[in-house]
């Protein structure tokens, strides 16, 4: 009897093991490929390091050129090294797993030069144009000076950006030491059909085409700096109802800041359902009027009283269904923590937006130890987009560091499940930020910091420069750490610093109520502090 009941259990454990081992076959998760870069420029003679980045697979990546004659590759693991042999374009691929990447190498020759040296535009298009091989400062220009209302220009660095605004051509020359390069920019005037629309004076006219929406409750906004970048009265836009022209829509407001460029997008959304910027405009076109684009449309000083004509499409479709407003489950699993890690140390935030939300701390997640798992219960608005952020404390050091965390398809974003219940897998770091490394400690102190403003800047005399950085007790936009004028184009800060600090300076009107200022940074990013460096330079900012 003894020995039949063995038998019985045996033969059930068998099949429990088998369904087992076909389950976690069934669950293989998918291998995932990046490369650190997906484009690159380089000289004759240079080498650049590309990085492959491979989830769920621990085969060795295999690198290839497709024009070994202007560019080879080696590679030891992960990482390959890519030499520029002469001038052409060549494909660089990492294969693993079945995946595939690639990176466009773009080789030139040692000459100083401007890339592209021809440009071909539409009124409307941007484009930039990097120069290579300088001898040492860049002296840019146009040919003819003037060439208001064909283009605008702005120079910084090694690069020039184009926004075509109508038509006509010039010449963008750059000088360094006695070598000059040019470029041919001509610019073509849309011949795009649009209905007219009349002005309002003292206004700002938009009118604009949108894709076809497949449901009827589809709102439309139009919001930008002038208002803070949220959804405020008087933004909505509303149908033309004009049978020849179906899917076109007018917007008229006025930007709070008379004699400033402003800037906005446009977000739709069901009309129940405010403030997702899960579907923000994606392609905007320029079909006619007194506007440019630079990543957002730029409304000049002189939009006001006239008509812009553009087409939009969007990221998503608003009308998909979206979240109601609730309570979320959340369970969240973390792959590949190191067993040295102490994962009461971890602490696990949810970040999310919606319903009028900027990205905001909606909670905190519970680690189970039972059951590896961080969980909890979280309140989120309608139309929820969210993604989590990490913060360990490393054993060697007091500083405590925040990462967001990809998920397994790669995204830093994710959108609410209807049922609000969210299951979800972390697998990847932002590139650089893994947060199991030691991080680095620069410590805080006290010190003077001296900004110096390169060329011949307005006069200052109804502005201030304004020090803002990573300092615990507020916001950047806030400070009211007032740096002081001093030879001219220099300003300088004296204070306190937090560890790890980074900084960055606003020019703004003086006791200015206004949200609109002038950011100045290292080309746009933060000034990190090494320790050691307390004076910068940067480019004289435009008149606020």
């Given at each position: 009897?003894?020995?039949k009941r063995?038998?019985?259990y ?8 088998l369904?087992t ?20 420029t380089?000289?004759?003679g ?18 290839t050129?497709s024009n070994?004659a ?21 494909d660089?691929k990492?294969t ?11 080789v030139?020759?040692n ?6 040296n ?40 090694t ?15 750059a ?14 005037a849309q ?19 949108a ?5 009827d409750?589809?709102q439309?906004?139009l919001?930008?700096?002038?208002q803070?970048?949220?959804?405020a ?5 509303t149908p ?17 800041n008379d004699?400033?460029t402003?800037?906005g ?7 129940d359902v405010?403030?997702s910027w ?7 076109e ?5 506007a ?6 730029m ?23 979206v979240n109601?407003?609730?309570?979320a ?12 890690v102490?994962?009461?140390?971890i602490?696990l935030?949810v ?8 990205w905001?701390?909606?909670?905190e997640?519970?680690?189970d ?6 969980g909890?219960t979280i ?20 500083v405590?560091?925040i990462?967001?965390v ?10 609410m499940?209807?049922?609000?219940t969210p ?22 102190g006290?010190?003077?910091?001296t ?21 615990s007790e507020?916001s950047?936009?806030n ?15 004296t204070?306190e610093?937090?560890?790890n ?8 009107e003086?006791?200015s109520?206004?949200?609109t ?11 990190k ?11 004289c900012?435009?008149?606020?």
């Amino acid at each position: 009897m003894k020995t039949k009941r063995s038998l019985f259990y045996a033969a059930l454990f068998g099949v429990i093991a088998l369904l087992t081992f076909s389950c976690k076959k069934e669950e293989k998760p998918e291998v995932s490929l990046t490369l650190s870069r997906n484009a690159a420029t380089l000289t004759v003679g240079a080498s650049e390091e590309i990085t492959a980045t491979v989830v769920n697979s621990t085969e060795t990546v295999a690198w290839t050129s497709s024009n070994p004659a202007v560019a080879t590759v080696g590679a030891t693991g992960n990482v390959a090294k890519v030499t520029a042999v002469a001038a052409g374009s060549a494909d660089i691929k990492a294969t693993v797993a079945g995946k595939e990447a690639v990176c466009k190498v773009t080789v030139i020759s040692n000459e100083f030069q401007l890339q592209p040296n021809a440009l071909n535009l539409n009124t409307g298009d941007v484009a930039q144009v990097k120069a290579f091989n300088a001898e040492g400062e860049i002296q840019w220009s146009t040919e003819p000076a003037d060439i208001a209302g064909i283009a605008n220009v702005t120079f910084e660095g090694t690069t020039a950006d184009v926004a075509a605004l109508g038509e006509g051509s010039f010449k963008i020359v750059a000088k360094s030491g006695n070598a000059v390069a040019m470029c041919d920019v001509t610019v073509s005037a849309q011949t795009v059909e649009h209905p007219t629309v009349a002005p309002t004076a003292g206004m700002i006219t938009l009118a604009f085409k949108a894709p076809e929406f497949e449901c009827d409750n589809v709102q439309l906004d139009l919001v930008g700096d002038f208002q803070g970048w949220k959804e405020a009265e008087g933004t909505a836009a509303t149908p033309l109802d004009d049978p020849n022209y179906p899917n076109w829509y007018k917007v008229v407001f006025s930007a709070a800041n008379d004699g400033e460029t402003a800037q906005g997008k446009l977000i739709s959304h069901m009309a129940d359902v405010t403030g997702s910027w899960l579907n923000e405009q994606d392609v905007v076109e320029i079909l006619e009027g007194p506007a440019h684009l630079d990543g957002n449309i730029m409304f000049d000083e002189g939009s006001k009283g006239g008509v812009i004509y553009m087409t939009a499409t969007f990221k998503g479709n608003p009308c998909d269904a979206v979240n109601d407003p609730g309570d979320a489950s959340f369970s969240v699993s973390i792959n590949e923590i190191p067993e040295s890690v102490d994962k009461t140390q971890i602490h696990l935030y949810v970040r999310g937006m919606g319903q009028g939300l900027g990205w905001t701390t909606l909670g905190e997640l519970a680690y189970d130890e039972d059951f590896g798992l961080w969980g909890g219960t979280i309140s989120v608005p309608a139309g929820c987009a969210y993604k989590y952020c990490i913060t360990y404390k490393a054993t060697e050091t007091e500083v405590e560091a925040i990462y967001e965390v990809y998920g397994g398809d790669g995204s830093l974003n994710r959108t609410m499940p209807l049922n609000l219940t969210p299951n979800d897998e972390i697998t990847a770091w932002e590139e650089g930020k893994d947060p199991w490394v030691e991080p680095t400690v620069i410590p805080g102190g006290n010190g003077t910091f001296t900004i110096t403003f390169e060329g011949d800047c307005y006069e200052g005399a109804n502005t201030e420069v304004v020090f803002t950085g990573n300092f615990s007790e507020e916001s950047w936009e806030n400070s009211n750490r007032i740096m002081t004028p001093s030879n001219g184009n220099q300003f300088t800060w004296t204070g306190e610093f937090p560890n790890n600090f980074e900084y960055k300076v606003i020019v703004r009107e003086k006791d200015s109520k206004k949200d609109t200022w002038t950011w100045i940074g290292d080309n746009g990013a933060n000034w990190k502090f090494d320790g050691e460096t307390y004076e910068q330079t940067a480019v004289c900012p435009v008149e606020p």
